[in-house]
C-alpha cells in the first residue's frame, strides 16, 4: 500500500510541473453534494443489497489536473444471510465515512482549458468508517450464530481504502454535473459476518450523482492593451525644377531612419511573453533585419502595488531576457541588442497600474 501510494505521488507531482498553464489556470476552492446508491457485495441478489447513499465534498484544486478533497459519506448498509434453499434473511445497518482523496483529471494532462465541457478523472484515497445501529443483525444472531460470526454490537470504527472514476459535465463557469463510480475496500466486520472474496475485505460500490459548485470570485483578465499605430514618415517634397541648360539631377537624400518603438506587456507578475504580443516580436525583427545598421535597446518595469521592491527588480529582469530571447531565436545577433530593467522603482506610465508591467523595446541607429 504504502508503494502504491508513493508511485502515485510521484505521478501527481510530474503532471502538475508538466501540465500546469499558469497563464491561464487560478486555483480554487470547491463544494461538491452527491447521491446516488451504494451496494455490499453479499451472498444474494444484486437488488436485495442495493442501499441508498450520499456524500459531501469540500475540494481544493490546486492545479489543472489535481486536487484534494476531504470526503464524508454514508447512509446504509445491507446484508444478507442464506436462508431456506437460496432465499436470504436481509438486515440493515448505518454508517458514516471520511477521508482525503486524490483526483486527477485526465482531460488537463494537456493544455488546460477552462471552459471544457467533459472532464473525466481518477482518484484514490482513504479514511476510516463509523458503523452504529446495527440491531436488525443482532436480532438474527440466534437463527445463525455461526454467520454471523463477525458480528458487532453498539458501534464498528474500520479503515477504508477508496478508489474509483469519475466525470465532469460543465454546465457554466460555477456550476459542473458529475457522476462517480466508488469502490470502497473496509474491513471483514463491516457487514457483520466473513466474506467470501479474498483477501478478507468487504466490498462495497457507490454510484453517486450530484454538484460541483466552484467557490470563490470569478478571475477578472487582464485588459489588453491596444496596439499604438506607428506614424509612416511623411515624403519629402521634390525640389523644384531650376531652369538651368540641361542642368545635372542632384542625388536625392536616402531618408533618414525614424526611431522605432513596440511596448510588450505582460500579466501579473508574468514574464512570459503572451500570444496576442507576439505579432509585436514580428515587427520588431522585421525593422532590425529592413535596417540592419540599427540596433535595440529593451528597457523592462514592474507595477509598485504588487510585490516587494526585490521581486520586482528579479521579474523585470526577467521579462528583458524574455523579449531579447524572443528575438535571438527569430535570428537577431545578440550584439545588436541591449536590455536594462527598473524593477518598480521607475514608472513609465502614471496609470493605470497594468500599464507599467512592460519591456520597452526601442530600435534607433
Excluded at 444484486?46 to 470526503?71: C, D, E, H, T, Y
Excluded at 459535465?169 to 459476518?193: H, I, M, T
Excluded at 510585490?307 to 530571447?325: F, I, P
Aim: charged share 25%; with cysteine.
Amino acid at each position: 500500500m504504502k508503494k502504491l501510494f508513493s508511485i502515485v505521488a510521484l505521478l501527481l507531482i510530474t503532471f502538475v510541473m508538466n501540465a500546469q498553464n499558469k497563464d491561464e489556470f487560478n486555483p480554487y476552492w470547491y463544494l461538491q453534494l452527491q447521491g446516488g446508491a451504494a451496494h455490499t457485495v453479499g451472498e444474494t441478489q444484486f437488488m436485495k443489497l442495493v442501499s441508498p447513499a450520499a456524500a459531501l465534498n469540500i475540494g481544493w484544486q490546486f492545479s489543472a489536473p489535481v486536487s484534494a478533497r476531504i470526503n464524508f459519506n454514508g447512509w446504509q448498509g445491507k446484508g444478507a444471510l442464506p436462508y431456506n434453499q437460496g432465499d436470504a434473511l436481509l438486515y440493515k445497518f448505518n454508517y458514516a465515512q471520511g477521508g482525503i482523496d486524490f483526483l486527477l483529471n485526465l482531460a488537463n494532462l494537456g493544455k488546460y482549458k477552462a471552459d471544457r465541457v467533459f472532464n473525466p478523472y481518477l482518484f484514490i484515497g482513504g479514511g476510516a468508517a463509523y458503523g452504529f445501529k446495527n440491531d436488525e443483525a443482532i436480532a438474527l444472531e440466534p437463527e445463525h450464530p455461526v454467520s454471523l460470526a463477525k458480528k458487532w454490537d453498539n458501534k464498528l470504527l474500520t479503515p477504508v481504502g477508496r478508489a474509483g472514476i469519475g466525470a465532469d459535465f460543465q454546465l457554466g463557469y460555477r456550476v459542473a454535473l458529475g457522476l462517480e463510480v466508488v469502490c470502497n475496500a473496509l474491513s471483514d466486520q463491516f457487514n457483520s459476518k466473513p466474506g467470501s472474496f479474498k483477501p478478507d475485505f468487504d466490498w462495497q460500490y457507490q454510484a453517486l450523482l450530484g454538484l460541483k459548485i466552484r467557490l470563490g470570485k470569478k478571475p477578472v483578465p487582464a485588459p489588453v492593451p491596444v496596439p499604438v499605430p506607428v506614424a509612416e514618415p511623411e515624403p519629402e517634397p521634390e525640389p523644384e525644377p531650376v531652369v538651368e541648360p540641361e542642368p545635372e539631377p542632384e542625388p536625392e537624400p536616402e531618408p533618414e531612419f525614424e526611431t522605432f518603438v513596440e511596448n510588450i506587456w505582460f500579466n501579473l507578475d508574468k514574464y512570459n511573453i503572451r500570444e496576442s504580443e507576439v505579432y509585436k516580436i514580428d515587427n520588431i525583427v522585421r525593422v532590425l533585419n529592413e535596417n540592419p545598421n540599427t540596433k535595440i535597446s529593451i528597457t523592462s518595469y514592474c507595477d509598485v502595488e504588487t510585490g516587494t521592491d526585490a521581486h520586482n527588480w528579479k521579474l523585470s529582469e526577467n521579462r528583458s531576457n524574455s523579449v531579447k530571447k524572443a528575438l535571438m531565436e527569430k535570428g537577431i545577433s545578440e550584439d545588436r541588442i541591449t536590455t536594462d530593467f527598473k524593477g518598480s522603482r521607475e514608472r513609465p506610465f502614471a496609470n493605470p497600474a497594468e500599464k507599467n508591467r512592460v519591456s520597452i523595446c526601442v530600435v534607433d541607429d
